[in-house]
């Protein structure tokens, strides 16, 4: 009995612990998201046309090629795409998550 | 096959007898080393992350433990690797795998290493749940069987199984299924109850249907650890009558012992009943202090301490 009566009281905290939200797969959550992969190359051209005018145009730092810029936006998400990596670290085996993707999305 | 003293004199004093759990069978149970890992509830590196405590020693002692299995790998002794259930501890992690894999990406790694077999258990049940009717269970099963000569040995199971709430040999897990089915009829009376109730219903469903409402972990003076006992004796007795669901007749059944975990009260008893011996072993807990693991080898068992 002790612990049925145990049951009923801890319920109402159980049935909150057991509500959190879990986030969706990833194709459930770019459904209505418009993503560009980053990969080293890609045209300014096409990361324009994605995201339009960006937000930030820092001026070049002093002893800097004018010809290579930064620029920013604003309420992009970024998915960085992650596997793991065997590696040796003395003599041990270990391993390490590693970037092997990027993708910069907007909103539809 | 590594004997149990082989494989205490390999660790170097790294490993001991826990307890003195050790028992021999007259027959034996295993064609391989067996290692049973328990639980280890992986979360997210934080204060109540309960594998560290915030210690980083605490993850090196099971990064040592699992360089001691790579070596006997590399020395091409043959040995299975179960890990017992509630390897990720997906009710403090937010449900979700990705961010235990970037903070254990060395301890899952060389876990995937050694091919083990995973048992599901309560606290990362959700791997089994997600896709369910896609059948992706992520490599997990509910349990596991040894077999030597086409017999099954020993079944491995997490140890939920005989939770108040879910023992449907006890009046509890009568009542508990008797909510859950309740839980269910209402889907059928109506079906979009899940989406009027939203998460309320979803939580509803889960703490009847998914998690344990007690665990002996939480309440261990609620438990009594007999009650485990009892529950896996009278289970061997039923496999070995051939009352099973896994589709595996009595001619394949030669029970004699059951591995689990989930209480964290490591022990390891034998137990005799009509004419047979029975062996029971929970594992413990790597968790919580325990660094528990189980061993059998042939004829031999015990519960073991790393570090």
Partial sequence: ?108 | MLSLDDLLNKAKGQMQLFKGFRLQAKTQLTEALTICIPDMHLLEKRQTDDFCYGHPEYEERFLEFLDFLMALKQEHIDFEVIQVGDMYDLWQAKGNTNLIEAAYTNILGLIAELKPVYVVGNHDIDLVKWYETQKETFGRVWRYYTSINGKKTIIYEHGFQADFANNQSSWAGTIGREVTRIVGMMEYVNPDIDIILGSIWDGVSAAFNKYNVFTPVKDPEGFDLNEYQRYYLDLLEQYNEGKTLDHVGPDEMDLRMAVFGHTHNAKLVQMPQNGRIYYLMDCGSWVDGGHEIGIISGNEMAVCQWG
Wanted: glycine fraction near 6%.
């Fill in chain 1, 1 to 108: 009995m002790r612990r049925l009566f145990l049951l009923c009281s801890l319920l109402p905290f159980i049935i909150a612990c057991t509500t959190l939200s879990n986030s969706g797969t990833l194709s459930q959550q770019k459904e209505n998201l418009y993503c560009l992969e980053y990969s080293n190359g890609v045209l300014w051209e096409q990361v324009q046309s994605a995201f339009g005018d960006p937000a930030f145009s820092p001026k070049p730092e002093p002893g800097t090629n004018l010809s290579q810029n930064a620029r920013g936006y604003k309420n992009l998400r970024v998915y960085f795409y992650t596997k793991s990596q065997k590696i040796e670290e003395e003599g041990k085996t270990r391993f390490k998550e590693v970037v092997y993707k990027v993708e910069i999305c907007r909103e539809k």
